[in-house]
């Protein structure tokens, strides 16, 4: 990579663990390979995509979701011949450079310690349907009911924005519908709904089990510490990186492919079910 480039990493996205986390698997990447890293927030900066990539001096492009799935941003930067990476894409397998974690077996597992627990009355709180991780996560999530023949019942199925607040709304709604369990798509949402039962005077876990999905810091610091899926973000950002500064440096391949492994973070927010 010539002197002055750099790669620019994009996002559009609330989660500030989410970004930070990615942001410095790529940055500590970076330093081994001398490349800059320049991050770039779209939610708070409140540019579009297009002007950032229309900066001159840039090497590259990670892109991270939902912009990872954007077609027209992805149409931007090839027409402009820049090489690009994507973190977890859900769409165009083919297109650039791409770095995933499989959330569908993921979530499929997370779900599976609530129903090894005992637990059939089993709700969701999805994410919001403009990341096309949610309904990943979400058919990950009804194939593991799917495994013990228990039937999706929709007053256990709400929708959040990824949100702490929406957590705490959605969850307010969804404990109506008393789910002995519930697995959110996310930590922020998770810690909502605890907040949401302590106010309605349920216990965590004895009369409600809980889990996550991203193992953010919030997850270890709940009171109970939260069972979650930990999305190996570090290592995508660094993943992501390396990949696409050897590409720029013409040393790698403009479609590479990358699957880094998740984890289960079992804590003490799931319990058997009552008998």
Do not use: W
């Amino acid at each position: 990579m010539k002197a002055g480039d750099r790669i620019l990493m994009l996002f559009d996205n609330t989660n500030r663990d989410y970004v930070s986390r990615l942001h410095s698997g790529a940055t500590r990447q970076a330093g081994t390979m001398g490349v800059k890293i320049q991050l770039e927030n779209l939610h708070t900066t409140g540019r579009n995509a297009q002007e950032a990539i229309a900066e001159e001096g840039g090497g590259g492009v990670i892109l991270t979701a939902p912009l990872s799935d954007d077609r027209h941003l992805m149409l931007q930067i090839e027409k402009r011949n820049i090489p690009f990476a994507r973190i977890a894409p859900m769409l165009d397998p083919g297109r650039g450079i791409t770095i995933v974690m499989d959330e569908y077996e993921a979530v499929l597992s997370v779900t599976r310690l609530l129903l090894e627990a005992g637990h059939r009355k089993i709700g969701i709180i999805r994410g919001p349907r403009s990341h096309l991780s949610s309904m990943r996560r979400y058919n990950g999530f009804t194939a593991a009911l799917g495994t013990k023949g228990v039937k999706i019942d929709p007053a256990l199925m709400v929708e959040g924005d990824y949100t702490r607040q929406s957590g705490v709304d959605m969850g307010t709604k969804l404990l109506a519908a008393e789910p002995t369990a519930v697995f959110a798509s996310n930590d922020e949402m998770a810690a909502g709904l605890v907040d949401a039962a302590r106010r309605a005077g349920k216990s965590v876990p004895q009369q409600l089990s809980v889990v996550g999905f991203d193992d953010d810091p919030i997850a270890k610091s709940m009171n109970p510490p939260l069972t979650s899926v930990r999305q190996p973000l570090e290592e995508m950002g660094a993943k992501a990186c390396e990949l696409l500064a050897n590409c720029v440096a013409g040393k790698g391949d403009a479609k590479a492919h990358a699957e880094i492994p998740f984890q289960l973070a079992e804590r003490s927010s799931v319990a058997p079910t009552a008998s």
